[in-house]
């Protein structure tokens, strides 16, 4: 059995839109632990005007959070990360911590406005890199503008840019044309990470036991195993400057 890396989702209570307290933090930890995930990337939102969470309530929900996993007595390791909508001071945001890498290395999650063009998309990851960042496109099958061309997914790729996508678009929660999508990038090889992106246990819970049967369907052991455990390890490995 794998063990699964969950490296996108939003589990810590109160800091963002996901988890709303410790007792849907506990309900999400229990579901993510009865799919087989056993190592999660904390990942709440940074997002100027709407979640700017003071990284000292993070860390301090993190160890809360650490705690109540030791009290159900699961066997889940823990990191800390961020999901990172992209904004002018972002790069100065990295350097101070003010934001958070992924795991005190050096990918960062990014995400985009719905609205953003191409160049903008590809103007962040230009710059991110330059700054010696590993930049994780989060859940690229929500661009329009990328989803309407998807041969610049190869092109941010040779820039640079990791992708990822969420556990629900790849088994079709999200619609045909965003699962045939997803098939597609991972058919041609340019997916790196899949996320639950779970923020609750209702509407948009974790589903990555689901996930993984269907892409082990279709695209083998191997590559499950590639996609689940072996990329985000090397997140977690990575430390700044490496
Ligand atoms: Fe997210």
Aim: glycine letters at 6%; hydrophobic letters at 35%.
């Amino acid at each position: 059995m794998i063990e699964i890396v969950d490296m996108h989702c939003h589990i810590l209570p109160g800091v963002d839109d996901g988890a709303a307290n410790l007792t849907v933090s506990k309900r999400i930890l229990q579901m993510e632990y009865d799919q087989g995930v056993r190592r999660i990337i904390f990942t709440p939102h940074y997002r100027e005007r709407y979640f700017e969470t003071d990284r000292k309530v993070l860390i301090e929900q993190y160890y809360q959070v650490k705690n109540l996993i030791r009290k159900m007595g699961l066997r889940i390791h823990i990191h800390l990360g961020c999901e990172c909508h992209c904004h002018e001071q972002m790069g100065e945001h990295l350097k101070t911590g003010f934001c958070l890498t992924m795991a005190k290395g050096d990918y960062v999650l990014i995400e985009f406005s719905s609205s953003d063009n191409y160049a903008k998309i590809r103007g962040y990851i230009y710059d991110m890199v330059n700054l010696g960042y590993k930049p994780i496109i989060a859940h690229i099958e929500r661009y329009p503008c990328i989803v309407e061309n998807p041969e610049q997914v190869n092109e941010l790729i040779e820039l640079g840019a990791y992708i990822q996508v969420n556990a629900d678009s790849v088994i079709g929660l999200d619609g045909r044309a965003v699962k045939r999508f997803c098939q597609e990038l991972m058919k041609t090889d340019q997916v790196h990470f899949i996320g639950s992106d779970t923020h609750n246990d209702t509407t948009r819970k974790t589903n990555m036991k689901k996930c993984v049967s269907y892409v082990e369907r279709k695209m083998g052991k191997k590559y499950v195993q590639k996609i689940f455990f072996e990329n985000p390890m090397k997140i977690i490995n990575r430390k700044k400057g490496e």
